[in-house]
């Protein structure tokens, strides 16, 4: 069946795919440039064992002993103990807000048990929310409490070595006792397919508009950019709340996830974060020529939602500058409130820093956006 | 007469590439304008800047008594511009762009506006129909009504009638002379020598510059052009003999005869001189506007730097 003609056509073809893929040089270096960016990005970022989480410790018993347990724990490398709170109270506020991700308390009487032979109790919170970023740190606990006990009290102190099961360390796992991945991982989708919908949808639309040629059409009519940037956006704002609406329905009749926190709070970062998104395919639209540019580059915007937010690994387990980039994304603060609000219970105090945040990135993307786009053709 | 369009010294580049040399211009409100020129001419560029879409790298002056830069929005308000591509929404129907349309303008009593358009157009029953399942005739006519919704004062129309039948063609022009005859002025851009001729006056524009003005009587005297016309057996075959000829312009087959023009009579009857023979008839004739254009092309292209 394949003649000479077959190869001839399709040899014809290939030449004018060629052709017409290295005149779309934008395309093309995306093709090239976003691949290598991300191997680099992510494979350097990513961290599925994430050591030095911040903790806080709460020690009503200053003893030798109490500080063997503590630099135990920090030597695990797991815990840096970056806040002493003074009240229990404090230590739960800073839990909520994600400050810390561990809170250990020692009891006042702990020594005292200790030294009698007693049992004696040493509590670890663990912000649970993410189960991956809690299990190894609150697995080494144990063992390393142990084996420095047994280091270090030699001596005269010898007798008071602990019978194995003499110190017991408590674990709670806080806002996920179940170490239930769904219960992170649904907050986490609903940035995540908010990100995708949202961004994409309205990049294209802009861009479509210059692809159709109705783009030149509209700016010959008299109409502001900001106008035509709100209107295009207010739409899928009543989208995304669908969507939204339709996620929390979903996973609360097959998930058992059930909002903790303010159902309103949560509609405000909701709103927020989807004009985010908006705001940002909108300026993607203005950059991009085609419809398939707008599409990879909300691609490339995705991408560190999705790794960087801290929704497939745990934030605290990238390096330095890979968080930064991961504050700079919106889905990261949306993820963080909406953990907060759906698994802590957070109130307004607890997640106004990251709607602040949203907010500050709205500014900035939507200033850039009404810079970019043009009222003339120029 | 006022002036509808009074633009001096337009220029526009892109890069190194001059693309409106200096191009003035001055309209009459209430004539039709036709404005002709080669592709890539600046037909376009020079209608964008005109309605606003393009801001002009040199020169300046007004359109319907505003500034062309500062004024913008008082201008888009006031003029239509129909783009060369279809601008209109094709997922939308007829009456939604219409709609559309309006209410980006602000109009009041739209419904009735709408109507009427529609009904002017005669499209009130297909109302419903997307405007991408229009024919392309029907599409720059709608494309028209879109314009003229908002009754502007000045159309400015690029290319409507590319690639559109002739029926189509007459229908389109006919409404441009009743909206003329309504005291709205248009400038339209045509590569058809006949929708020329239909135009009050006409603009010739070559490689960004303005080479003829006027009427398409002045321009076709003013170009000084000589023309003849060859009949007999084989008279069309003569043309590749005539091209290249010294004082020859244009020489093209009509059919059975040909037609040569220059732009100095003496020249071109020693060209044709050798090709007087076996039963051929040469005949002066008045040139037409295309022998004119075609000599204007030529002239500029040999003024224009760097070609």
Redesign the interface.
């Known amino acids: 069946m394949i003649g000479a003609g077959f190869w001839r056509r399709l040899g014809a073809i290939l030449v004018k795919e060629v052709q017409q893929l290295r005149r779309d040089r934008l395309t093309f270096a995306m093709m090239f440039g976003v691949p290598i960016m991300q191997l680099l990005l992510f494979g350097y970022a990513i961290d599925t064992d994430p050591h030095h989480l911040p903790a806080a410790v709460i020690s009503a018993d200053d003893t030798t002993i109490t500080r063997t347990i503590v630099s135990a724990l920090t030597s695990t490398g797991y815990m840096d103990f970056t806040h002493r709170p003074a009240s229990e109270e404090e230590a739960n506020a800073l839990l909520q807000r994600g400050e810390v991700q561990f809170v250990v308390t020692i009891p006042s009487d702990f020594t005292r048990r200790l030294v009698r032979g007693e049992r004696a109790q040493i509590l670890i919170d663990a912000d649970a929310t993410d189960p991956m970023a809690a299990a190894n740190p609150l697995a080494s606990a144990q063992p390393a409490v142990e084996q420095a006990l047994r280091r270090d009290l030699t001596g005269p102190l010898a007798g008071h070595n602990p019978k194995p099961g003499g110190v017991e360390i408590v674990l709670q796992r806080r806002y996920n006792p179940e170490g239930k991945a769904r219960l992170n991982i649904v907050p986490g989708l609903l940035a995540v397919i908010l990100t995708m919908t949202m961004v994409m949808m309205t990049a294209l639309a802009v861009t479509r508009e210059r692809e159709?040629?109705?783009m030149?059409?509209?700016?010959?009519?008299?109409?502001r950019p900001i106008e035509v940037m709100i209107g295009k956006i207010v739409p899928y704002i009543a989208i995304g709340s669908v969507q939204v609406t339709v996620i929390l329905l979903v996973s609360r009749v097959l998930f058992d996830v059930v909002t903790q926190g303010s159902i309103a709070l949560l509609g405000l970062g909701t709103a927020l974060f989807i004009t985010v998104n908006l705001a940002i395919g909108f300026t993607i639209s203005t950059v991009t020529q085609n419809q398939l540019q707008a599409m990879q580059a909300s691609v490339f915007i995705l991408l560190p939602s999705i790794l960087l937010s801290g929704f497939m690994f745990p934030f605290r387990g990238m390096p330095v500058w890979a968080q930064w980039l991961g504050e700079v994304l919106p889905a990261t603060h949306f993820m963080r409130l909406v953990r907060g609000l759906m698994l802590k219970g957070a109130d307004l105090a607890d997640v106004s820093g990251n709607l602040l945040a949203l907010t500050a990135i709205l500014l900035v993307v939507s200033a850039l956006a009404i810079s970019r786009y043009k009222?003339?053709?120029? | 007469m006022p002036l509808a369009i009074d633009v001096h010294d337009l220029v526009k580049r892109y890069g190194t590439r001059t693309v409106v040399d200096r191009v003035s211009l001055a309209i009459e409100e209430g004539r039709v304008c036709g404005f002709l020129g080669p592709n890539g001419s600046g037909k376009t560029t020079t209608l964008r800047m005109i309605c606003g879409l393009l801001t002009p790298d040199g020169g300046g002056g007004t359109c319907l008594g505003h500034d062309l830069v500062r004024e913008r929005d008082a201008i888009k308000r006031q003029a239509g511009y129909m783009t060369q591509r279809f601008g209109l929404y094709e997922d939308l129907t007829i009456r939604e762009n219409l709609e559309f349309v309006g209410r980006v303008y602000g109009l009041d009593r739209l419904k009735q506006r709408v109507d009427g358009s529609l009904e002017r157009l005669g499209l009130a029953t297909r109302q419903k129909q997307l405007a991408g399942a229009l024919s392309g005739g029907w599409k720059q006519r709608l494309a028209l009504a879109a314009c003229v919704l908002h009754e502007p004062r000045l159309l400015l129309l690029d290319e409507p009638t590319a690639g559109v039948d002739p029926k189509a063609r007459r229908a389109f022009w006919d409404e441009i002379h009743t909206y003329a005859a309504e005291g709205i002025t248009v400038l339209v851009s045509t590569h058809y020598m006949d929708e020329a001729e239909r135009c009050h006056e006409i603009a010739y524009i070559a490689y960004g510059a303005l080479m003829a003005r006027g009427t398409a009587d002045e321009v076709i005297k003013e170009s000084g052009l000589v023309s003849f016309i060859a009949t007999g057996p084989g008279a069309d075959r003569l043309a590749p003999r005539l091209r290249d000829a010294p004082g020859v312009t244009a020489a093209a087959a009509f059919g059975a005869t040909l037609h040569v023009s220059g732009p100095e009579r003496a020249p071109l009857l020693a060209a044709i001189e050798p090709l007087r023979a076996d039963g051929i008839e040469w005949k002066e004739a008045a040139p037409t506007l295309e022998d004119v254009f075609i000599h204007l092309m030529g002239q500029a292209q040999d003024n224009a730097p760097g070609t």
Do not use: C, F, K, Q
């Not at chain 1, 030149?216 to 109409?223: I, S």
């Open positions: 159709r040629g109705t030149e059409n509209l700016l010959a009519m008299p109409v009222m003339t053709l120029d």
